[in-house]
């Protein structure tokens, strides 16, 4: 290890240290080395016995050294994102270990029993190692097992033995090539997460039932057609990912589930909004993207505790009134309705608006906008191409400027623009009304142009005169131009040749 790293060691925020009485000297209890570019684990670290978490991720190590074993208090040990391919004897003497991680790494799957060594491991991470099966001993061995994750590998199954693994309370399947759900799970009692995203899935058994300590359920991008009535046993469940299956239903008795605060049904053919969606009143995020839906549920004013929601991609032709009475609501998506196409008056007054949306100018049957009492400071250029409005009310907010081009509205006959700090057009302008307004923005459009040519003009001429800016100049030498000022220069001396001469 270099000088630097052992300054590091000292020196960094990073490497916390543990004051004993001034006789003893100090101990590392913990070291730093990510992102160092190693090649292999430096043997200072290897030699610092006391050190009970190592961070060794995102570096270039190959292998772990025989040396390993030295490290006998280990608790944590991250070698995520490395170039391992072999594990050594020596890991599974940290019998200490608890946490270990190596994600990341093409490891071969003869080196991986010795990881059944490891007695005292509660979190094991193996994403992205390229295992195509997880060895029998590993299951067998390891009963303290909390947190196990193996996304994006290639397993189709798990072993009968993971049944063992029976203090097992998360596990990550997400992108793997599992067409049946693991049945072996349905037994392990403490599960609280299971992420099965992104597999190939086509059914959940009823046994899913027996799991009343479920969590969080992740199923999405799979090939669910229906779902399993005894799901609604998992009473404890606040997160359920359904997105992007081949649902057209989701079952009534579901609305016992009343502790959902998070639910995602984007992507599912579901035409209307189930009713019982109506009922988990403590939702804070609804995701309901590309589902088909034309309208929403009365009874969906009920989800007050609502803050995202996402109805993006759908057939809504109008913005519903209901979701005015989403009090929480912070985050509204709507993009890709229908709601431009008929929409004709749009009120948005007495809200916190400090933007709008550049879609606006899409709408071509939109006449009437009201913004007044809210906190613009600008709007949007695409408004100019909104040809049908009448009417736009601005008055009290924060607007400054209006864009250049808004004369373009030939069909605007009200512009209410009171309260607001206006510098351009200036307030004794906007006092004049409509007209006064547009001769001002035209009259800025001339100047402007105005001043362009004449810049243009100046530029040319300063350069023809080699006093134009100097990296214009030098884009004339290299052309092979000499600008009047050197022509003007001293002559060559006698036998020396002159700038821009040859020999």
């Known amino acids: 290890m270099s000088k ?46 006391e050190l009970e978490e190592v961070h060794l991720e995102n570096n270039q190590i190959e292998a772990i050294p025989q040396d390993i074993q030295h490290l006998k208090n280990v608790r944590i ?32 799957s003869s080196s991986l029993p010795v990881i059944s060594c490891l007695r005292s491991l509660r979190e094991l991470r193996l994403y992205q190692t390229d295992l195509e099966e997880i060895p029998i001993l590993i299951c067998k061995s390891l009963h303290h097992l909390e947190l196990l994750g193996l996304t994006g590998n290639h397993l189709v199954s798990l072993p009968k033995e993971i049944v063992n693994q029976i203090k097992l309370r998360e596990i990550y ?34 046994e899913i039932g027996n799991l009343t300590g479920l969590q969080k359920f992740y199923v999405a991008y799979n090939n669910l057609t229906f779902l399993p009535e005894s799901l609604c046993q998992c009473r404890k469940i606040s997160v359920l990912d359904l997105s992007h299956n081949l649902l057209h239903s989701v079952p009534h008795s579901f609305s016992e589930l009343t502790g959902m605060t998070e639910v995602g049904l ?32 009365r009874s969906f004013r009920r989800l007050v505790n609502l803050r995202f929601l996402d109805l993006s991609q759908n057939h809504l032709d109008h913005l519903p009134k209901l979701i005015c009475s989403l009090k929480n609501l912070e985050i509204l998506a709507m993009d890709d309705n229908k709601i431009g196409q008929s929409l004709k008056e749009l009120y948005v007054e007495n809200n916190h608006l400090e933007f709008l949306p550049a879609s606006l100018g899409t709408m071509p049957n939109l006449e009437v906008l009201d913004c007044r009492h809210n906190l613009l400071k600008q709007l949007p250029d695409a408004i100019c191409q909104a040809q049908d409005l009448k009417e736009l009310l601005l008055e009290d907010n924060l607007l400054t400027h209006l864009p250049e081009n808004l004369d373009y509205l030939v069909n605007l006959k009200v512009l209410t623009l009171m309260d607001n700090p206006m510098e351009d057009p200036p307030k ?23 001043v362009t040519k004449i810049q243009a003009w100046w530029r040319g001429t300063m350069v023809r005169k080699g006093l134009g800016k100097y990296e214009e100049l030098i884009k004339a030498r290299k052309k092979g131009k000499t600008s009047p000022k050197d022509k003007k220069g001293k002559k060559a001396e006698k036998g020396k040749p002159g700038k821009g001469n040859k020999k």
């Open 428 to 450: 004794e302008v906007c006092a004049q009304g409509t007209e006064a307004i547009w001769e001002h923005l035209k009259e800025n459009r001339r100047k402007k142009i105005m």
């Open 266 to 297: 984007s992507g599912n053919r579901l035409d209307k909004v189930p009713r019982l969606i109506c009922r988990w009143t403590s939702l804070h995020l609804l995701y309901l993207c590309d589902t088909g839906l034309w309208a929403l549920r």
């Open 173 to 206: 399947l997400k992108k793997n090539q599992f067409k049946e759900f693991p049945q072996e799970l349905c037994v392990l009692y403490n599960l609280e997460i299971i992420d099965l995203d992104e597999n190939k899935l086509n059914a959940i058994p009823e």
């Open 77 to 108: 040990l991250y070698l995520n994102k490395n170039k391992l391919r072999n594990l050594c004897v020596e890991l599974g003497t940290l019998s200490n270990l608890e946490g270990l991680d190596l994600s990341y790494n093409s490891l071969l």
């Open 4 to 49: 630097d790293l052992l300054k590091l060691q000292e020196h960094s925020p990073k490497v916390l240290l543990r004051n004993d009485p001034p006789q003893v000297t100090d101990k590392t209890f913990f070291i730093d080395a990510s992102n160092q570019s190693l090649t292999t684990i430096p043997l200072e670290i290897l030699a610092l016995k």
